[in-house]
């Protein structure tokens, strides 16, 4: 391939990954908000959940794989430290 070509594939791929990372940051407000958390809260429980992330997993590598049961302990920590986030 050509420097031309590769650099065109690059950008293709960029817009795919920027294009996923946007639906996962909706899939994770819709886990959210099924979780509990108010409409009107879900940008700052997002936020509340990417610093969890850290905090849960601080002791853990950083290319471990993170499956549906982490995603669940990351947003039960966060219910627990945030609860009026959350619908009683």
């Known amino acids: 391939m050509e420097a031309k070509e590769l650099q065109k594939e690059l950008e293709k791929a960029e817009i795919e990954i920027e294009e996923m990372a946007m639906q996962l940051a909706d899939m994770l407000g819709a886990a959210l908000y099924f979780a509990g958390v108010k409409k009107e809260d879900l940008p700052k429980a997002i936020d509340l ?10 002791d853990e590598d950083e ?26």
């Open 49 to 58: 959940y990417l610093k969890g992330l850290d905090e849960v997993f601080e």
């Open 63 to 88: 290319d471990s794989e993170m499956g549906f049961e982490e995603v669940i302990e990351v947003i039960e920590y966060i219910k627990n430290k945030n609860p009026k986030l959350f619908h009683k």
